[in-house]
């Protein structure tokens, strides 16, 4: 059934029947093609508020995996195409941006069209996103995945990472939590990244009813404390994976186009890079799946001390 064909009244009413429930009940979701799973690779899918540092993130955690031995491969969901800029040094063309030049003939490609390699082995893709207002991210995320395996790049991958857009939680931009076995939300010790860490929760939530994905946790980044963190946690049943202090060599890195594994060593730096290679290395011992309760909005102004 194409969901996105169905009246929502139908999309209901299916849904109260037995058996298998609609993914998104109640709303109007991309559905994953059975066929465009990614196999044997461990899937992260990384999450969080606009602006919090996902990208920086994601690159500095696949260049740990690939420290660690794994072969990596990095896949950026933003139309602002800069989820791997750090690795490659540059903005690489999207998969969108590639398949609209051959008038959408995906035989016509070749993977070093859309495949780049970065810093340390990192393969990178960046999917891009429809034009503003128009389109899916979901079909977006569907083509770049079904391009990758149609040309068996993902066969010889040990770590997929998806670098998602933030702040929106829709039906499109949840797509990668449809080909991830965990979640990981970047946050900062602040109200606002804390009440769309909540909104992602309810996200990675409702995909679990239908896949294999659960939240692995959540990372702390820009925080020198994470007071605010803990106490959210606490209430949901979440936990705190690793923490990233506000450091200016993280911002420094992000200018000179290179990864902190790439920066001139100094302490601070060091212990960073640390942080990130024991996060991954923590990552893919495996970690245990977390099913936290989402807060209600009321709940979280009251639980963060906003009157």
């Known amino acids: 059934m194409n969901v996105a064909s169905v009246p929502l009244t139908d999309l209901k009413r299916s849904a109260a029947s037995p058996g298998r429930r609609p993914d998104g009940e109640g709303s109007v979701q991309v559905q994953m093609d059975p066929n465009l799973k990614i196999g044997t690779a461990k899937v992260f899918a990384v999450y969080g508020k606009g602006g919090i540092g996902k990208s920086t993130t994601s690159s500095n955690l696949s260049v740990a995996f690939s420290k660690l031995g794994k072969r990596v491969l990095q896949i950026g969901c933003d139309p602002k195409h800069d989820s791997t800029f750090t690795l490659t ?45 128009t389109g899916c991210g979901g079909y977006v995320v569907g083509q770049t995945v079904k ?88 209430r949901v049943g979440l936990s705190t994976l690793a923490r990233f202090p506000q450091l200016d060599a993280i911002r420094k890195s992000r200018l000179k186009k290179a990864t902190l594994f790439e920066m001139e060593p100094s302490a601070e730096v060091e212990a960073v890079q640390q942080e990130y290679l024991r996060l991954a290395a923590r990552l893919w011992a495996g970690t245990d799946p977390i099913a936290p309760a989402a807060l209600k909005d009321r709940e979280i102004f009251d639980l963060l001390g906003f009157d």
Not at 92 to 113: G, N, Q, Y
Not at 117 to 132: D, L
Not at 176 to 198: E, G, K, W, Y
Request: negative net charge; proline residues 4%.
């Open 89 to 133: 040094k540059k903005l690489v063309p999207t998969v969108i941006d590639i398949l609209e030049s051959v008038d959408f003939h995906a035989e016509e490609l070749r993977p070093e069209d859309f495949v780049f390699e970065g810093f340390n082995g990192v393969m990178c893709v960046e999917a891009g996103g429809p034009p503003a207002g």
């Open 147 to 234: 391009l990758l395996k149609e040309h068996h790049l993902l066969e010889d991958t040990d770590v997929v990472i998806f670098d998602v857009l933030g702040d929106v939680v829709c039906g499109g931009f949840a797509a990668p939590l449809q080909h991830a076995d965990r979640a990981l939300i970047v946050t900062a010790n602040d109200f606002d990244s804390i009440f769309a860490m909540n909104r992602i929760v309810q996200a990675i939530s409702a995909k679990a009813k239908n896949y294999n994905v659960r939240l692995g946790g959540v990372i702390a980044n820009r925080s020198d404390a994470t007071d605010q963190i803990d106490k959210f946690n606490d």
